[in-house]
């Protein structure tokens, strides 16, 4: 079966202090690999899209990565406002379109200053 | 340029009354996806409609439904009402290729009494 499982559940960090975020995918095939990030009250705003093994994407103080097996997301020196739940979601090669994507239960990142 | 926008924002409904959700998807999207959100299982995918046409379903019962319109507006219907059912209803847009980044609503937060 599908699945997405992401680690922590919930990470606590003090402003400044790097960290990771793990999420591991077991998929017939990925077509791609997604990250989100929502914030309470709102639907999950699109952050990344990884492909192929190896790739790497970047932006502010966010670094994601992915292997055969699992994607990291990479976060640098964080400040408050990247307080939020990280989403990451898979698209099967064989689900036929992009809607369809297996979501992992998310971390719920706080950062405090 | 306009977001995803959801109607109503919140509903309250009893066991056994049906409900309508509608997502106006941004301009120009043509695919339209919708997702069940719950603390306990996450986002899962319902279903996602293409130029008016089911494109994909997911692992719902028959009492889920939805439908687009030629505006690429689409509804979405749930009949006889159970509690389970309480959730953060999801839309979500894209222009409609096979690896596309989701535009997401804020949601409708349907809670069944």
């Known amino acids: 079966e599908d699945q997405v499982t992401q680690s922590p559940e919930a990470l606590r960090l003090q402003e400044g202090e790097s960290s990771s975020l793990n999420c591991s995918y077991t998929v017939s095939g990925l077509r791609g690999l997604f990250w989100y990030r929502q914030d309470p009250g709102k639907g999950p705003e699109f952050l990344f899209t990884l492909y192929s093994a190896g790739e790497e994407k970047e932006k502010e103080r966010l670094k994601a990565t992915l292997t055969k097996k699992e994607s990291f997301l990479h976060i640098t020196a964080p400040k408050p406002e990247d307080s939020a739940t990280y989403l990451c979601?898979?698209?099967?090669?064989?689900?036929?379109?992009?809607?369809?994507?297996?979501f992992g239960k998310g971390t719920k990142l706080s950062v405090k200053p | 340029k306009a977001g995803v926008t959801q109607t109503p924002r919140y509903l309250i409904k009893t066991r056994g009354q049906q409900v309508t959700l509608s997502c106006s998807p941004i301009s120009g999207h043509r695919s339209v996806s919708w997702y069940q959100q719950t603390p306990g299982q996450g986002l899962q995918f319902l279903f996602e409609?293409?130029?008016?046409?089911?494109?994909n379903k997911g692992n719902f019962p028959g009492r889920f439904s939805g439908r687009q319109f030629s505006n690429s507006r689409s509804e979405m219907n749930v009949s006889t009402l159970e509690l389970g059912d309480s959730a953060l209803y999801l839309c979500?847009?894209?222009?409609?290729?096979?690896?596309?980044?989701?535009?997401f609503g804020s949601g409708t937060q349907l809670s069944v009494l």
């Open positions: 409609y293409f130029s008016e046409t089911q494109r």
């Open positions: 979500a847009s894209s222009l409609g290729g096979r690896t596309e980044k989701l535009f």
């Open positions: 979601a898979v698209q099967a090669s064989y689900g036929g379109s992009q809607g369809n994507l297996i």
